[in-house]
């Protein structure tokens, strides 16, 4: 028999799970407890703190082999790694992208930067994530495929790509979004900034798409200061990421010779530094987050109306941000425990505001957003650093 | 009585001055004999390496202090800050922005970033940078200036905005140039990205512009790994760059709002450690390089047609590369010498490709640019690191 739903039920099973006398618990720290100091320190005795030196290609190396993607491009941050991601995939100014309505602003600014228009999907509840039928059901009313490509018939723009977006580390049902993308010829991206460390069907996250992404923010699981990476299997597109991020400069001893518009977008060494020490310890941060959110699960199961997200069938997620989802019933509930929790030093934090309710987007073309909606009523983040 | 011309001489000469025994010399190297393990390594006890952390104020704060400019906004890098400064200074999409046609790629791409149209300027012979004078003349023939800005009459675009670069770290002559701009109503923007630690008139470098950017990439006088800096003396431009450069958030306790295209451009706190460690031995560096520029001087001064490029009058350069200048008559002989000095392990790189002879920038509005096309014909770049 479970408790009634009261705030302070909730309260007292958060307090039941974290670390008695803290003032304050933060949504997310990083965890230094490898070899970050000596990997850093090398770095700088060796004097190569910028793009040209070795960790950088270390790092990208650890990205490789922890998640099977063939190819890492470490770079200044996971928006930068999109912004170069959604143009290796071919999408230009004018074309539409398909992007989640709940996400962060990152994934709709990314397709801004390059003159594209975020065309904005609906999630599904059992994933968080873009709901691939939904989606189906849509495009089969809205698009037209010809040659060219998908075309949106009410804008007349061509929909280019698919970017889905792992929420909070939980896996996107890729299966039916990648045969989405067959049948109507998008591209498929995916913005993996919160889910390294989080597979679907025994692959990681970011195996599906043409190009993919990864965030090494200081919230995220593993962190770099400020870093991300662009991640694909194609050599080529890798090739082309490497030349795009270091200011499209050709090869030679001394000249300088730039073939196209290029960014100044590569990691530093020291960043990468680390990153390197950061990712020996992946396997154990995701083993600490897994046991935290089966903790939470257990203390919440016993109050009526409030849940924890866990992962779907398919899905071994790195639970980055845990997500206490409030029952229907309840979500006039929401800001009371935002409140309520803030104030008594447990950080929590709402899920972000719909991509079309920020005035920059509110004239973008959209699907009907019933179950995005409804989920950011709902959810609250939970505190969820590894050392809890 | 000089020495005769003879690429040997010039290596001989340089070889007095370089360190003996060394296989290979580099252009720039950072110096690390302060407090950057110590900064580090606090930074990664406190857990706040991301943009949280409050190395990053106290970085912006030195830099406010050393250059007498009152806002400072760490960010990435150079070209970040230049994306960023020229919105600031409200260059918007089809506007022309004059630059020179000596410099980076960077100074051009930031401009193309925000679709606003580089437009190239000649370069002075006594400064290696823009040439006011030339501008002045040009602008007289070309632009007609009306209530909504200055128009070039043969494009029909605005040009909205001029960007300096100070060469290698020498100030261009700032005085008419400023005058220049409000002749014809465009904004000044500095990019002083090679000139920290040089000042002309006795005031930094950036002072000038409403807006001015500064870089702190690995091969520069003070290293962050990669960064750069917003510099400006407007609190209210200063507050924008802020808010330009972290998503364009705005503040609540845990909201997600932001109300307008943002970006995710502000340095990291292990970045902004290292360049506090740096800033505080910014003066010995400028010392020992300017102390470096002498002798490089002395000891080419006695070889006829090549000299060492040193500062004007109103100028005191930072020195950031030395530039050994060949006379016209021995411009053939460049390639020579760089091919020579690279095998003999002494690292040193011709000036940049003009911008208009990229294929990218091939389009772009330009001047008669007779003195820069000739200085790049001439300049070799000399290592240059402070502890030489």
Redesign the interface.
């Known amino acids: 028999m479970k408790k009634e739903f009261s705030l302070n039920a909730i309260i007292g099973a958060l307090r039941g799970v974290l670390p008695p006398n803290r003032d304050f618990i933060p949504l997310h ?2 965890c ?1 407890y490898g070899n ?2 000596n990997y ?2 090398e770095c ?2 060796s ?6 030196g070795n960790y950088v290609g270390r790092f990208e190396q650890l990205l490789a082999d922890y998640t099977g993607i063939k190819h890492a491009v470490a770079v ?5 790694a999109l912004h170069i991601g959604l143009q290796l995939a071919g999408v230009t100014a004018g074309d539409e992208v398909l992007i989640p309505a709940l996400t ?3 994934t709709a ?1 990314a397709v ?2 390059g003159g594209a228009i975020p065309h904005f999907a609906d999630s599904a509840e059992s994933t968080l994530g873009l709901d691939p039928g939904k989606l189906d059901s849509y495009l089969q009313e809205v698009a037209r495929v010809n040659l060219q490509g998908c075309f949106n018939q009410k804008s007349g723009r061509r929909i280019k790509a698919a970017v889905p977006m792992h929420t909070f580390g939980h896996p996107v049902d890729m299966e039916p979004l990648v045969e989405v993308c067959r049948k109507y010829r998008l591209e498929l991206i995916e913005d993996a900034a919160e889910s390294l460390g989080s597979f679907y069907q025994g692959c990681h996250t970011g195996s599906w798409g043409r190009v993919s992404i990864l965030s090494f ?3 995220k699981i593993v ?4 870093g991300g990476a662009i991640m694909t299997n194609d050599k080529c597109l890798a090739g082309q990421a490497r030349h795009l991020t270091t ?1 499209a ?1 050709l090869p030679h ?12 977008y ?6 990468a530094a ?1 990153g390197c020490a950061q990712m020996e310890q992946l396997p154990e941060f995701v083993r600490k987050k897994r046991a935290l959110a089966a903790r939470y699960r257990e203390a919440l199961a016993a109050i009526e109306g409030a849940e924890v997200f866990m992962e779907s069938s398919q899905a071994r997620s790195n639970y980055w941000l845990n997500v206490l989802l409030l029952n229907k019933n309840y979500s006039d509930q929401r800001d009371n425990l ?1 409140a309520l929790s ?1 104030s008594q030093g447990i950080m ?3 899920a ?2 719909l991509m079309p309710e ?3 987007y509110r004239n973008c073309p959209r699907m009907d957003l019933k179950t995005a909606a409804d989920l950011e009523k709902r959810i609250v983040n939970l505190p969820s650093s590894a050392y809890l």
Do not use: C
């Not at 004097?47 to 040209?52: E, H, I, P, Q, R």
């Not at 200044?76 to 930068?80: D, F, K, L, W």
């Not at 001893?253 to 100044?264: A, I, T, V």
């Not at 590569?266 to 960043?271: F, L, T, V």
């Open positions: 720290e990083p230094f970050e100091w850093v320190k700088l005795d004097g190569w703190v910028s793009s040209a200044v941050n996971g928006t930068a962060f602003v990152a600014n801004s930067y923010n200081g919230n962190t770099t200061g400020g200011q400069k001893r001394w000249s300088f010779n730039h073939d196209r518009l290029g960014y100044n590569r990691m530093p060494n020291i960043n680390l935002l803030n929590t934090r709402p972000w505001t920020l005035p920059i």
